[in-house]
């Protein structure tokens, strides 16, 4: 089947972006039901914001203000970080792997991460200490993993796989007896393993923005190699790739862009599978295109999951994605090498 967007790409993604703006403008409108405030006021708050506009503006009372400014505009941009980081991750993880069912967790990370939250969570250690512990946790965990995978100078794919899943599981079961153990911290253990939006920060999106937006231009600077290895290693490597300091690179990007989020929004599950698919299977399999669009689409995706989670009583947000997530995984698993790209 031809990607019915494969000659039209630029459209597409402007058509994208355009959609981005429209929900995230609706993720600053739709807060829980208790509160709510007419569409001309939240625009307005938003306009006054910007330098020069905002003396044009009346002023607006601080209840109001504090809500959209510091409560939904920074949940709405952690949303739209976090679809973009994931969906960029998976796109160059199933890209690495050459596998539509990779996703960015199989390194270990969300294992990792999971782990590192929980010891902080039960030792009652600060705000920003607990998504610093989850951090260097699944970097950490990500570079066992590595080291594992490593066979006598080279990247052993399938045995990285394995090792992902073997040391992802080991963390999990360390995981689970920490909920065991736990007591009074059972629930913020167990609502941070099912990934939430809920508290954002302007203080980490300043953490979290700047690492996102580096870590995907400099995945985009490997579009070429990529699009190369679909095509084997070794054909790679006969037209001039350096396969093995390749795949370390783009397997390492992939994992710093998974693992900052994760560390601060807990575990999101999907993303990083279902919404690069469909992009290829819409744009076709060329990464040039590939990287950026699934970054709008996964944006998309996440603030789009986190408006439903706000009408829907803030359950958590990885609740939403798996409700989406698990029957496509489930096609995949059925057509996962039929006409979509690979």
Same mark, same amino acid.
């Given at each position: 089947m031809?990607?019915?967007?494969?000659?039209?790409?630029?459209? /597409?993604?402007?058509?994208?972006?355009?959609?981005?703006?429209?929900?995230?403008?609706?993720?600053?409108? #739709?807060? =829980?039901?208790?509160?709510?405030?007419?569409?001309? =006021?939240?625009?307005?708050?938003?306009?006054?914001? #910007?330098?020069?506009?905002?003396r044009l503006l009346p002023e607006y009372p601080d209840t109001p203000v504090n809500i959209v400014i510091n409560v939904r505009m920074p949940r709405m941009l952690m949303g739209l970080i976090t679809g973009c980081a994931l969906a960029v991750s998976g796109v160059t993880m199933q890209g690495v792997f050459r596998n539509p069912l990779a996703s960015p967790y199989i390194l270990g990370v969300s294992a990792g991460g999971a782990l590192g939250a929980s010891v902080g969570i039960i030792l009652g250690l600060g705000? +920003?200490?607990?998504?610093?512990?989850? /951090? $260097?946790?699944?970097?950490?965990?990500?570079?066992?993993?590595?080291?594992?995978?490593r066979i006598n100078g080279r990247t052993d794919v399938p045995t990285l796989l394995l090792a992902g899943i073997a040391v992802g599981g080991f963390?999990?079961?360390i995981t689970s007896y920490l909920k065991f153990i736990a007591r009074e911290t059972l629930q913020d253990i167990v609502f941070w393993t099912m990934g939430s939006l809920h508290g954002a920060l302007w203080e980490q999106i300043y953490i979290v923005l700047p690492i996102t937006i580096i870590v995907i231009v400099i995945? *985009?600077? /490997?579009?070429?190699?990529?699009?190369?290895?679909?095509?084997?290693?070794?054909?790679?490597?006969?037209?001039?790739?350096?396969?093995?300091?390749?795949?370390?690179?783009?397997?390492?990007?992939?994992?710093?862009?998974? $693992?900052?989020?994760? $560390? +601060?929004?807990?575990? #999101?599950? +999907?993303?990083?599978?279902?919404?690069?698919?469909?992009?290829?299977?819409?744009?076709?399999?060329?990464?040039?295109?590939?990287?950026?669009?699934?970054?709008? *689409?996964?944006g998309i995706f996440l603030v789009s999951c986190d408006i439903l989670v706000?009408?829907?009583?803030?359950?958590?947000?990885?609740?939403?994605?798996g409700l989406f997530g698990a029957p496509f995984f489930l096609y995949l698993l059925l057509k996962s090498r039929g006409d979509t790209g690979w």
């Open positions: 031809k990607a019915p967007f494969r000659e039209h790409r630029f459209i /597409f993604l402007i058509l994208l972006l355009i959609s981005l703006f429209i929900i995230s403008i609706l993720s600053l409108y #739709i807060g =829980s039901p208790a509160v709510r405030y007419p569409f001309s =006021s939240v625009a307005g708050i938003v306009l006054s914001r #910007i330098p020069l506009v905002g705000l +920003f200490i607990i998504p610093a512990l989850a /951090f $260097a946790v699944a970097i950490t965990t990500t570079l066992i993993v590595f080291a594992l995978g963390l999990g079961a995945t *985009m600077l /490997f579009t070429r190699e990529l699009n190369v290895l679909q095509a084997g290693e070794e054909s790679a490597a006969h037209l001039g790739v350096d396969v093995e300091r390749t795949k370390l690179i783009l397997l390492s990007l992939s994992s710093m862009l998974a $693992a900052v989020v994760v $560390a +601060f929004t807990g575990i #999101i599950g +999907f993303v990083g599978l279902i919404i690069p698919h469909i992009t290829r299977i819409l744009t076709g399999p060329d990464h040039r295109w590939l990287v950026p669009t699934s970054a709008v *689409m996964g706000r009408l829907s009583g803030n359950i958590p947000v990885g609740v939403i994605t």
